[in-house]
């Protein structure tokens, strides 16, 4: 059984939740320990039971508490070396760390295979997340300027995809970020605007994908509303729903019915 949950996402903090066959794993702790801790409560998941960390890049919106979380759960951090010395992980004390290079899977780890998928950002060596269990493929993809055609093909018949529609890029020019900020979001190692969302959504859905979930929107330049409408329009008439994450609340816990990866 393959459930997962949005803790929270967006520029102020990061974190989803993912149980498989009865394991537990957090992708980035972007939050602070104690919103980690409350919000796991909240869907009824003991933080104590985490059985794995997974940092995605050492952006404070994604590393903000792992050296709290995973010292006080006495749980592994699994992150590539670059990752982790950008993170100055070492000197809070983190040690108990499985180390994997960008472009590599980390196999055989508790019932998942979780490959590492390079993506295009502005950080040392930043992945997004591509988890195979027995019969489900669940991804999980922010932080990217642009999809390349790696990211394309590997987010392809998901069962499940957490992805980034960051921007709307009318209210990003509109808005009132400073002009070097706004040039790094739209930039390639920016992040990803609605309609890149959407094209890129487009590419990789099938009848196998039974939810699409919007993450990282910006509070200033995007609305759900907006982001939801873009993507929408690409699944309309296929049985997969979209959803967006909010930052100061979990998303519900989805399940996912075990389709076969063929
Ligand atoms: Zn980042
Ligand atoms: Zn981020």
């Not at 990752?83 to 040690?95: E, H, I, M, N, Q």
């Not at 040392?124 to 669940?138: H, M, N, Q, R």
Request: proline share 4%.
């Amino acid at each position: 059984m393959v459930e997962f949950c949005v803790l929270g996402s967006g520029s102020r903090g990061n974190s989803v939740f993912l149980r498989v066959n009865g394991y537990s794993f957090l992708f980035d702790c972007g939050l602070s320990c104690k919103q980690i801790e409350n919000r796991l409560n909240e869907i009824g998941v003991l933080p104590s039971s985490i059985d794995a960390v997974f940092l995605s890049h050492e952006h404070s919106d994604h590393v903000k508490s792992v050296h709290t979380f995973v010292k006080r759960y006495k749980v592994p951090l699994i992150t590539s070396e670059k990752t982790y010395k950008a993170s100055g992980l070492y000197d809070r004390g983190v040690k108990d760390v499985f180390f994997v290079n960008s472009g590599k899977t980390f196999s055989k780890f508790k019932g998942i295979d979780v490959f590492f998928m390079p993506i295009s950002h502005d950080a040392a060596d930043p992945v997004g997340f591509v988890v195979y269990s027995e019969d489900t493929k669940f991804a999980l993809v922010t932080d990217i300027g642009y999809p390349t055609e790696l990211v394309a093909h590997e987010l392809k018949d998901c069962n499940a995809l957490v992805v980034e529609a960051n921007h709307d890029p009318q209210m990003l020019k509109m808005g009132t970020y400073p002009w070097e900020l706004k040039q790094r979001i739209a930039s390639r190692k920016g992040h990803l605007s609605n309609g890149d969302c959407a094209k890129l959504v487009e590419r990789v859905v099938s009848d196998k994908t039974e939810y699409v979930v919007l993450a990282h929107l910006s509070e200033e330049n995007n609305t759900p509303d907006i982001a939801l409408l873009t993507v929408s329009r690409i699944v309309k008439g296929m049985d997969c729903n979209v959803k967006v994450a909010a930052q100061d609340s979990p998303t519900p816990v989805f399940r996912l019915n075990a389709y076969t990866v063929d």
